[in-house]
């Protein structure tokens, strides 16, 4: 049986495991998911002036002009326009979000337990929990999770918890036009995605590749996985994310280790005459 | 033309040089002030129970002192650097062995109890033996109030920050007792200050060959010439160097002069202290460019064996 977070994390009887699966290969950068998140979600525009939301920027750089997945932008289509060997431009889009990661560092580290996950294996912050201690920003290997100004509190993509409870779609995969979102149980997701990546081969597109849907990698297989046309570095992704408490063990050795050294100097330089020079 | 502290230029892929990470939002001077007085705090409770028990009541008594006002404005720094400080109880909401914040928010709270209980007791003359006994507790929390934070920032995606998981808390330690040991050196007179000044050299040894060691990436995994390059340039390059000054200069001058002189031991013993904090500030930046930079992410992934197998074509 391959691993269920909701079970491991202590729900009985669980529903199916969902998430997403975004073909990029289909995308063609309309941002209505961007569009649908905001809305449904009620997120607040982020400009880059934290003071004043409502001055809009733009970036210069392509048509992206959101930037990044950021505290109040849960969903961000990421607009690549790259030289490709045959001398021509290679345009790519891709529509990015929360992972949902099978080991979930944001999860791990967050010291109120505001993170929790849901039944449905999903990772949402409660935000009359978080104390905005920042810690599950800098853990996140994706850099998807941040802080929002003037709020305080830490800010991220919840698969749309209140629509799954509801027995509805993520509000992004409903507006998708083209299903380059696509929302399901993970297993049947990830049969598709095969499916779809053997088509892909053989058809010749043979810089397609899946992102993220190995259970064997570094945070155990992400909820919300990808079909990509470049390597992800390309399209801001990490090659090789990795929860890092997989390490703590460790970690906690190195860290028992100095201060029992501490506590040793202490006495090493306590040592000699009892009472000397009061 | 690089300086020799930075890495020749790397070929690799990015999104408009946008960075993968999150550059933290933990705020200077708050997180790395925090580093140091919980690093303070931690060995002076340690050498005040020292004190004690080998009959030292001069560096007992400051000890105390000095332990129970670093954790309160350790503390303190920590609370105001919330996104809802009114929040800062939910820290104790739970016990999650899989988050260090949680570990040392429970570890934070229990020493910066019996800290302030000593140092109340000698400040006041009441409950003499809840003192001692608290003091005798502060000897475990302080070690583990100084060492933990490696932890806390080794357990994050930062490139800088985790690949150095085996050097910050040994780094900590040391510039720990650096600290604790200068600062006994400037309160305490010197005839008194012996133990103090054997504590603040080992203490500023280590910190100097830790340090050596983390700049030069020994032991970082893939890439560790780059992968350590935060702690060698810009603004952490510039604190680290500043911090081994410092520490040279504060251990020469406790090993030759300190021990006759009171000028020399208070020169001394500052420049210990803020050698310490040179150390954590230094630390702390090299996380920030660590995340800033989209290539200390990529190039040290892109290394590794399982992503060199998965390429297609
Ligand atoms: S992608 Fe980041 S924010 Fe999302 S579950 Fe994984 S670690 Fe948490
Ligand atoms: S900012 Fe909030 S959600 Fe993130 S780790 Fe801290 S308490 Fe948890």
Redesign the pocket.
């Known amino acids: 049986m391959t691993y269920d977070p909701a079970r491991s994390s202590g729900y009985p009887d669980p529903p199916q495991r969902v998430g997403f699966f975004t073909d990029t290969s289909i995308c063609i950068g309309c941002k209505a998911c961007e569009v649908a998140c905001k809305e449904w979600n009620g997120l607040p525009a982020d400009g880059p002036l934290p003071e004043d939301a409502s001055v809009l920027e733009l970036t210069g750089m392509s048509y992206d002009n959101t930037g990044a997945l950021g505290a109040s932008t849960w969903r961000h289509v990421a607009f690549v326009e790259k030289q490709n060997d045959a001398g021509g431009l290679n345009w790519l889009m891709a529509s990015d979000v929360c992972k949902h990661c099978t080991h979930a560092a ?1 999860l791990d ?4 337990g ?2 929790f996950r849901t039944e449905f294996s999903s990772v949402v ?1 409660q935000q009359d929990v ?8 800098s853990a996140c290997p994706y850099g998807v ?1 941040d ?1 929002r100004e003037g709020d305080g ?2 800010w991220k993509c919840t698969l749309c918890y209140d629509r799954l409870r509801g027995g509805l779609e993520p509000a992004c995969a409903k507006a998708c036009p083209t299903d380059s979102i696509q929302f399901g149980p993970l297993d049947e997701l990830r049969e598709r995605a095969d499916q779809r990546l053997a088509r892909l081969h053989s058809d010749g597109v043979t810089e397609a590749r899946l992102y993220g849907e190995d259970p064997a990698d570094g945070v155990g297989g992400a909820g919300a996985f990808f079909l990509l046309l470049d390597e992800p570095e390309t399209y801001g992704l990490p090659p090789d994310p990795v929860a890092t408490t997989r390490d703590l063990p460790a970690m906690w050795r190195w860290a028992a280790g100095a201060a029992l050294g501490l506590a040793g100097g202490v006495a090493v330089a306590f040592l000699g005459a009892r009472g000397r020079g009061r | 033309m690089n300086a020799p502290e930075q890495v020749d230029p790397v070929q690799f892929t990015d999104y408009y040089g946008r960075p993968v990470l999150k550059v933290t939002r933990w705020k200077s001077p708050h997180m790395p002030g925090y580093l140091f007085l919980g690093g303070l705090s931690g060995a002076a409770s340690t050498m005040a129970a020292a004190a004690e028990a080998t009959g030292r009541p001069r560096l007992a008594r400051q000890g105390r002192l000095t332990a129970a006002v670093a954790a309160v404005g350790g503390a303190g720094l920590l609370v105001a650097e919330l ?1 809802r400080p009114e929040r800062f109880l939910n820290m104790l909401r739970v016990f999650k062995p899989s988050s260090p914040m949680s570990v040392g928010s429970w570890i934070l709270a229990a020493h910066g109890g019996v800290t302030t209980a000593a140092a109340a007791s000698t400040v006041t003359g009441v409950a003499p033996r809840a003192g001692r006994a608290a003091v005798a507790v502060s000897a475990v929390t302080g070690p583990l109030v100084a060492t933990y934070t490696g932890v806390l920032l080794a357990d994050t995606a930062v490139p800088a920050w985790h690949a150095a998981h085996r050097h910050l808390p040994p780094l900590f330690a040391g510039s720990a007792l650096a600290a604790a040991g200068g600062a006994a050196m400037v309160m305490v007179p010197v005839a008194a200050a012996g133990p103090a000044r054997r504590a603040a050299l080992l203490g500023a040894l280590a910190e100097l060959a830790v340090t050596a060691s983390l700049e030069r990436g020994q032991g970082f995994g893939e890439e560790p010439r780059l992968v350590s390059e935060p702690y060698r340039i810009g603004r952490a390059g510039t604190l680290l160097r500043a911090a081994r000054l410092l520490a040279v200069a504060g251990a020469a001058g406790t090993a030759l002069a300190a021990g006759r002189h009171r000028a020399a031991a208070v020169a001394a013993g500052a420049a210990l202290l803020a050698g310490s904090a040179c150390t954590r500030f230094g630390v702390y930046h090299a996380g920030v460019l660590a995340g800033r930079d989209p290539k200390y992410t990529v190039v040290p992934q892109r290394a590794r064996p399982r992503v060199q197998e998965s390429r297609p074509g």
């Open positions: 944001c580290v967050c010291p109120t505001a993170l912050v978080c104390n905005g201690c920042a810690y599950c920003v999770i802080r509190r830490a | 996104g």
